[in-house]
């Protein structure tokens, strides 16, 4: 697999200068990159002639390269004196801006396994909250699935402002980001757990969001590297696990539930997605094709609330498929006034948490 400048990059930017304590990217001392298959090649500006100090970056610049890009990466770094740098005092770090400090709340939507719908099932909660008229976010934090694009049929490149900062796309009201808006369709994301959490660092750091009533981030399936970094960087309100009623799915719930609870999140609930199939004709019958309260069941003995079912209907699918929330497609069709129970559902529980008082908990792992 060929390397890229970005990829060099973002391994890079993980190099601390151990006097300064910044990164050696922000303190511009990576120059003349040049990135050929997997050669590597850079100059490390220094601001004096500082022999271990240089070696010292040297060796962990390369060290970052191999493990965050290519162990078979070959790097090959020169040493430069800037000296219009000499007398320069480094600048001191400013402290970061709390992440999504502008969201009132922030509704974590995760799933034990795929394949459940959970981006469907995000994706109809954002569009019926707004729908109420309130601001609404939603941001795809699936680095290797990006789903948004297709279900808002919506491939443009965002912008970006003067300080470097990515502008959203908007549809329906809602403001999105996704990795699928960022890179062609048809491009597989070949990175390491590193790199893609670095991504949803970005998304929740250098993107204008702006004063939002509702945040909904569509996580990846499991309880892996991209859910812990979120739970780290920002206080989430609560989650919401997807489940389908079949046995397989509901014993990754637990897990889900189990890894938010671990972390002081609050479980605001489980939806129960595909729940149901009715035929058209026969708008009284039910047809449980998937196993019948399961979900329930679990929740009942998870001691977290069940929002809602979800029938699985074929409008579902196709108004996904054709851009456009089935919610907004078909404002009186039987799954919609299911969204816009599971959606009241969820604005109950995070009522009943903010009337409880209990503050946001944003987590620090110690290693």
Excluded at 16 to 25: A, C, F, G, N, S
Excluded at 95 to 120: E, H, M, R, Y
Aim: charged share 20%; hydrophobic share 40%; aromatic share 6%.
């Amino acid at each position: 697999m060929s390397i890229n400048k970005e990829q060099v990059k973002t391994a890079l930017a993980h190099v601390l200068h151990p006097e300064v304590k910044q990164d050696l990217i922000s303190l511009d001392m990576i120059q003349d990159l040049i990135v050929q298959d997997k050669y590597v090649s850079f100059t490390l500006e220094m601001p004096a002639q500082n022999d271990a100090l240089a070696s010292e970056l040297k060796q962990r610049c390369e060290g970052a390269v191999h493990k965050f890009i290519d162990r078979e990466a070959i790097v090959d770094i020169q040493v430069g004196i800037n000296v219009s740098k000499r007398q320069e005092a480094p600048k001191p770090a400013e402290p970061p801006a709390q992440p999504l400090s502008g969201v009132k709340n922030i509704i974590a939507v995760a799933s034990g396994k795929g394949g459940v719908g959970k981006s469907t099932v995000a994706v109809n909660i954002a569009a019926a909250l707004a729908r109420t008229g309130a601001k609404v976010g939603l941001m795809d934090t699936d680095i290797y699935g990006p789903s948004i694009p297709t279900m808002f049929d919506l491939f443009e490149r965002p912008n970006i402002t003067t300080q470097k900062k990515l502008i959203p796309l908007e549809k329906y009201g809602i403001k999105m980001v996704s990795m699928g808006f960022l890179v062609d369709v048809n491009q597989a994301m070949v990175w390491r757990g590193p790199m893609a959490t670095s991504a949803i660092q970005q998304f929740m750091k250098d993107v204008e969001w702006g004063e939002l009533d509702y945040m909904i981030l569509d996580l990846p399936p499991g309880t892996g590297d991209i859910q812990l970094t979120i739970v780290q960087t920002i206080p989430l309100s609560g989650a919401v696990i997807v489940s389908t009623p079949q046995t397989v799915a509901l014993d990754d719930v637990r897990k889900g539930v189990a890894m938010f609870q671990k972390v002081k999140v609050p479980v605001l609930g489980v939806i129960e997605n595909m729940a149901y199939f009715t035929p058209p004709d026969m708008p009284d019958k039910k047809y449980h094709i998937f196993g019948e309260g399961g979900a329930t069941r679990l929740a009942e003995e998870l001691a977290v609330p069940v929002l809602g079912e979800i029938p699985i209907e074929q409008p579902i699918r196709e108004a996904g498929d054709n851009g456009k929330p089935i919610v907004l497609a078909d404002e009186q069709s039987n799954a919609a006034h299911a969204f816009y129970t599971v959606t009241s559902n969820l604005q109950q529980q995070l009522s009943l948490r903010e009337a409880e008082a209990k503050p946001k908990v944003q987590i620090s792992f110690k290693s």
